[in-house]
């Protein structure tokens, strides 16, 4: 049998697994170790029993309820991580049900993956790390990838300094505010540390092809990216989300170079706040949003992005082959901005980094965005939403040094041992993020409504 005949005969086993693996798994905290999990009566207890024997192609329906994976490691895996040989498989995980599964209601009903003491020597990875790719050759139907409706939350593992509004160097704002500063890999604690988990870990990574979407879920006090990873070809849609208290980026997704022309990337109806830089010393990173390599269509509108440490969006990388760079349609519409240090971070042709405010990013020529790139602006009317914000953190938080009326910029005062500032990375509190939703009609998350999302 020659080689093409093989990988004929493979990709028809594979479109017929395909066919007849639409399995449905049920999974709740109130399950056993031994269900099968085929029923909403007779669910799995643990989720990645579930994900180890599931086929390709099936859904898993999860119940309210903390998943910390096999013996409570504190992590969930489609696949390996950072194996490349490994090609894992297409699932659906739809979180948000009752304990018994008569009711669907992501805001009601909270299915997390929040990991505390006990898991933080296991973490491996990623809070959840999701594989999916075909084969070399494969020639059939795309697959799909969904995970909807589930909170991750670093909050109740990270190290943070202990709280002490009276010692600058904990960076503690205020009473409100539940801890001191995150402490970074390395950093030293003063005065006593909370939390355990100080090496960086993704909450949700990304290894993925074919049609994902990513919707409705919260993403709080993640200290490396909410979602990162890479779309080797395909089309991916991140709407209706949560981002709050996140470090490095909210999001950074990167294409595949060799197959850019065959990728998408829509990021839409997402709420995106207090992104936090790489360090204390506010040096780097900080982004609610990035555009990057290897995706030849992005889309970014009807979105919220507000108190991030950089800027709100960032257009800063390039693709160094000027054919594949031209051919880009990077679009950002219709957003909302609100109190970041800078709005749109682009890079000139001269190398030079512009902070643009939001009624100037339509100024920006064809070669930094595409056409779509009207309607974006400060957010009109603020109160309403900023009420819906933990009252501690955004005061803590604004009460750094003011630059000018919307724009703020951290009062950073260099000692000879340390940097200190008065607020970084706080541990938000991940039981208010849910208010967000629905608070702006149109623009940010929206009230999660499985008909629509």
């Not at 950093?187 to 949700?204: M, T």
């Not at 109190?339 to 990013?361: G, H």
């Not at 938080?397 to 009326?405: E, G």
Request: with cysteine; proline share 3%.
């Amino acid at each position: 049998m020659n080689i093409r005949l093989q990988t004929l005969c493979a990709t028809l086993m594979m479109c017929l697994s395909s066919v007849v693996a639409q399995t449905t798994y049920y999974v709740s905290t109130t399950g056993t170790t031994r269900a099968n999990g085929l029923s909403a009566q007779t669910p799995m207890k643990d989720l990645q029993k579930a994900i180890d024997a599931a086929s390709d192609g099936a859904t898993i329906l999860i119940a309210e309820g903390n998943y910390l994976g096999t013996q409570e490691r504190g992590y969930i895996s489609v696949g390996t991580y950072a194996k490349g040989s490994d090609k894992g498989k297409f699932l659906k995980f739809y979180g948000g049900y009752s304990a018994d599964f008569s009711e669907r209601d992501v805001v009601k009903h909270v299915t997390k993956i929040q990991p505390g003491k006990a898991s933080a020597s296991t973490i491996q990875g990623a809070l959840m790390h999701i594989t999916a790719r075909r084969p070399t050759g494969y020639i059939g139907p795309q697959g799909e990838v969904v995970v909807d409706g589930i909170t991750f939350d670093f909050g109740e593992v990270s190290m943070y300094c202990s709280p002490d509004i009276y010692d600058g160097r904990t960076g503690t704002p205020n009473e409100g505010v539940s801890t001191g500063r995150l402490l970074e890999p390395g950093a030293a604690a003063v005065g006593g540390s909370i939390g355990c988990l100080q090496s960086d870990i993704y909450a949700l990574h990304l290894d993925v092809e074919g049609e994902v979407k990513i919707r409705n879920c919260v993403f709080v006090n993640c200290r490396d990216y909410g979602i990162q990873g890479i779309l080797y070809q395909g089309r991916m849609e991140i709407c209706n989300n949560l981002f709050v208290a996140c470090r490095y980026s909210a999001c950074q997704i990167q294409g595949n170079s060799a197959t850019a022309e065959k990728n998408t990337l829509d990021f839409h109806h997402n709420t995106v706040l207090f992104t936090w830089t790489r360090t204390k010393e506010m040096a780097d990173m900080g982004q609610g949003f990035s555009f990057r390599n290897g995706i030849r269509n992005i889309n970014v509108f009807n979105n919220i992005f507000g108190f991030n440490t950089r800027c709100g969006v960032e257009r800063t990388i390039y693709d160094t082959d000027s054919k594949a760079e031209a051919q880009k349609q990077f679009n950002l519409w219709g957003n909302y901005f609100l109190a970041n240090r800078c709005d749109l971070e682009v890079t000139n042709s001269q190398s030079k980094s512009l902070n643009l405010s939001a009624d100037r990013i339509s100024e920006c020529d064809d070669h930094t965005l595409g056409p779509k790139r009207e309607l974006n602006m400060e957010m009109p009317d603020s109160r309403s939403f900023i009420e819906a914000v933990d009252q501690p953190y955004v005061k803590g938080f604004m009460s750094a040094k003011i630059v000018n009326s919307s724009k703020y910029a951290y009062l950073v005062q260099p000692s000879a041992d340390n940097t200190r500032i008065s607020m970084y990375c706080n541990k938000y509190p991940w039981e208010k993020v849910k208010a967000l939703f629905g608070r702006v009609n149109g623009y940010g998350a929206q009230l999660p409504d499985n008909r629509k999302w």
